[in-house]
């Protein structure tokens, strides 16, 4: 792909459809696309609104990584739930799986509370923008 995007998939993921993993623009910005609580091969360990979190930020940080980035380089983040009452008694449990994953490190957010998500087993998808140094980002 030529122009000011670039896709940016992480290289042991099936190949998405009908949608990027993430997209590299100029600055270079890396627009994320939602992930959600699966593990890579596609299948969910779990129905847990909290551990689902932890497994969809981790998914943000793999496409983070596949583009030469690092948690640091998050600059915002939209979280949907489909829980919001799960996710308020819950919130204590995510301080730390949020630090092992960004220690201190907190980038602009919204959560979201949403009836659905397209994945059906799905509990929570976070949409993601990294700000990245200037270096050649990860190609198809």
């Known amino acids: 792909m030529s122009g000011p995007l670039r896709p ?4 042991a993921w099936p190949a ?3 949608y990027e993993n993430g997209m590299l623009t100029h600055g270079p910005l890396l627009h994320i696309a939602g992930q959600i609580g699966w593990l890579p091969d596609g299948t969910f360990a779990t129905d847990d609104l909290i551990e689902q979190f932890a497994q969809a930020l981790d998914n943000v940080l793999a496409v983070v990584a596949a583009a030469g980035g690092r948690p640091e380089d998050v600059a915002s983040m939209t979280v949907y739930v489909t829980d919001i009452d799960a996710y308020r008694t819950g919130v ?3 301080g730390p799986i949020w630090r092992a994953r960004f220690g201190k ?3 602009a957010m919204a959560l979201i509370g949403v009836q659905a998500l397209v994945e059906p087993r799905a509990k929570v998808e976070i949409v993601a923008v990294a700000a990245l140094a200037p270096v050649a980002a990860n190609p198809l």
């Open 92 to 94: 204590r449990a995510l």
């Open 105 to 107: 490190h907190f980038p």
């Open 8 to 11: 940016v998939r992480v290289p």
């Open 16 to 18: 998405p459809r009908g």
